[in-house]
């Protein structure tokens, strides 16, 4: 089996999930200049609603197909989650849309903490599988091999990225946050709702992180009420790796700290003798973060980009 | 004529300062209507009070008889007017287009979900704005600017850029804080002919200028603000022959 190439799709596909759930910081900081810490909450009640859609449907329905049965998952996620973040953004943030900056930072820890706790009334404290209900293939390309749903979180990864490009160059509403992000006052005098386009910000990003939380419990197999916690960590390195504020530096942010984990993991027994060994893959995210924020604190791309998408 | 803008008793403090005293007055509709006053003399203040920036402390707004006083910013945009500001502030990494479209917004409905099914209504509004948005451009002289950003034009281009921005959104009335600083005498005779222009097609102005031969020769009226008061309205030849107006302001210059 080729190592590399093996270590490549792994990078690739974990930074894609990475990339979605950093967009939703990005996007939020780009508009705002806050730190929303609950977004990593936010993708953890995206995969535990799919799941549990998904484990009802497998169990009451079983001959369903499992796309349908993913796709239901997905459809009662995404609507979900954006009704959090729109709740979230309206309770916790907007009336100290004003405030220092550090009081919002401090709700936004407190909200995720609440949404933990909230998580693990609902689900429990145990891992939740993700059921077999997903197409099992798996090829072989030059000694590597890639599943059926890593092929999917590819895709649909470009599909979003793509997507998520032509509405803020684009659209109405993308050039009325661009806008807004530039200048809130200006926009506003513009005629342009500034509330509701923040609204909308967290919703999109909300929508992005549902679909980051089923994809990243479908390629691990398992979801968990504190998964949210390390995934919105290391999405918030990838940001500021990238710069943020600038959703095209979460994009590659977020694929290269992927990249950085997968081949850290890879390589890391080889490197250091067999001393660590692959568990101390979540190491590199923060070294990244760290190394970032004392070398280049504004990101590869440079920050407050949201307008240069 | 009608009274298209009513401003009635408005005051505003900041702390101690007086900035607004029981400002009272009255923009006809089809005129020119000029703001006059030293620096700090409170022109800008009343502007961002008009526009919603601040809360007023008393005193009613009304525009077409509808209360402005109490809106936010794009709600008094969205009731019919739109602003301009003394130091630009374009959105500079947008394109000329990009700020005039945005300056559409108020005028547009399409939301994401039209843009992600490519629904009819939402393309024909989006080329309707694109088209409306170029005319603008190619009326205040600038469309050959269209895809440059906004920040990398010259800076009387980004003056007419405000303009158009705020024309975009088809305002009743129009309030210019001092479209014609920093421009040379060609581009202020540019400038000159199209606010007559905008008059003659039925657009009223309100128009804050420091070039005193500029405001003389423009505006139907105006009206001279000093600390916070209005010390005189009228037509330029009774302002400029008004005592406290000279002492105030003019100086010798107008005599």
Redesign the interface.
């Given at each position: 089996m080729d190592i590399f190439l093996q270590q490549l799709i792994n990078g690739l596909v974990l930074g894609s999930v990475y990339a979605l759930v950093a967009l939703g910081y990005t996007m939020v900081y780009g508009i705002i200049e806050l730190i929303n810490f609950a977004h990593g909450e936010v993708t953890m009640m995206g995969a535990l609603v799919a799941l549990s859609v998904i484990g009802a449907l497998a169990l009451g329905m079983p001959g369903l197909p499992g796309v349908l049965i993913l796709a239901a998952g997905l459809a009662l996620a995404i609507p979900v989650c954006v009704a959090l973040g729109l709740l979230i953004e309206r309770v916790a943030y907007r009336p100290l849309r004003n405030a220092p900056r550090l009081a919002p930072l401090i709700t936004a820890i407190g909200v995720s903490i609440v949404l933990q706790n909230l998580a693990m009334l609902i689900w429990g404290k145990q891992y939740i599988s993700f059921p077999p209900v997903l197409p099992q293939g798996r090829y072989e390309i030059l000694g590597a091999h890639i599943t059926d749903v890593q092929i999917a979180i590819l895709v649909l990864t470009v599909l979003i990225m793509l997507?998520l490009i032509l509405?803020v160059q684009?659209?109405?509403?993308g050039?009325?946050m661009?806008?807004t992000a530039?200048?809130r006052?200006?926009?506003?005098?513009?005629?342009?709702?500034?509330n509701r386009v923040i609204a909308?910000t967290f919703a999109?990003g909300s929508a992005l992180a549902a679909v980051a939380g089923v994809m990243v419990s479908a390629y691990y197999g398992l979801a968990h009420y504190y998964m949210g916690f390390m995934l919105g960590l290391k999405a918030f390195s990838a940001a500021v790796l990238g710069g943020i504020g600038n959703l095209g530096g979460a994009m590659l942010g977020g694929l290269l700290l992927g990249l950085i984990e997968s081949f850290g993991a890879g390589y890391i027994g080889d490197l250091t003798g067999g001393f660590l060994g692959s568990h101390y893959q979540d190491v590199f995210a923060f070294f990244v973060l760290i190394a970032v924020l004392v070398f280049r604190p504004s990101g590869l791309l440079g920050a407050r980009?949201i307008?240069?998408a | 004529m009608s009274a298209l803008l009513a401003v009635s008793g408005v005051s505003k403090a900041f702390g101690g300062l007086q900035a607004l005293s029981d400002i009272s007055l009255q923009v006809n509709a089809g005129e020119i209507f000029g703001l006059i006053g030293p620096n700090g003399a409170g022109k800008t203040t009343l502007f961002n009070a008009l526009t919603g920036l601040y809360t007023i402390d008393r005193g009613e707004v009304r525009l077409n008889g509808t209360r402005l006083d109490g809106c936010k910013p794009h709600q008094v945009l969205k009731a019919g007017l739109a602003r301009t500001f003394q130091n630009i502030r374009l959105f500079a990494e947008m394109t000329a287009l990009e700020n005039v479209l945005v300056g559409r917004h108020a005028r547009t409905h399409s939301g994401v979900l039209g843009a992600v099914l490519r629904l009819p209504a939402t393309r024909r509004e989006e080329a309707d704005s694109r088209a409306r948005a170029m005319a603008l451009l190619e009326r205040v002289g600038i469309a050959g600017h269209a895809r440059r950003l906004a920040r990398n034009l010259p800076y009387g281009d980004q003056r007419r850029l405000e303009i158009a921005r705020a024309l975009a959104s088809e305002p009743a009335l129009l309030a210019l804080d001092e479209p014609a600083a920093g421009m040379n005498p060609a581009e202020r005779a540019a400038l000159r002919d199209l606010l007559l222009q905008l008059q003659h097609e039925g657009l009223t102005l309100l128009l804050i200028e420091h070039d005193v031969k500029l405001v003389m020769g423009l505006c139907d009226r105006l009206a001279v603000l000093d600390y916070g008061i209005k010390i005189a309205e009228g037509t330029p030849e009774v302002v400029s022959r008004d005592p406290s107006v000279i002492a105030a302001y003019l100086g010798d210059e107008a005599l």
């Open positions: 997507g509405m684009r659209t109405r509403l050039r009325a661009r806008a530039q200048s006052q200006v926009a506003s005098l513009m005629g342009v709702d500034v909308s999109i980009g307008e240069r | -």
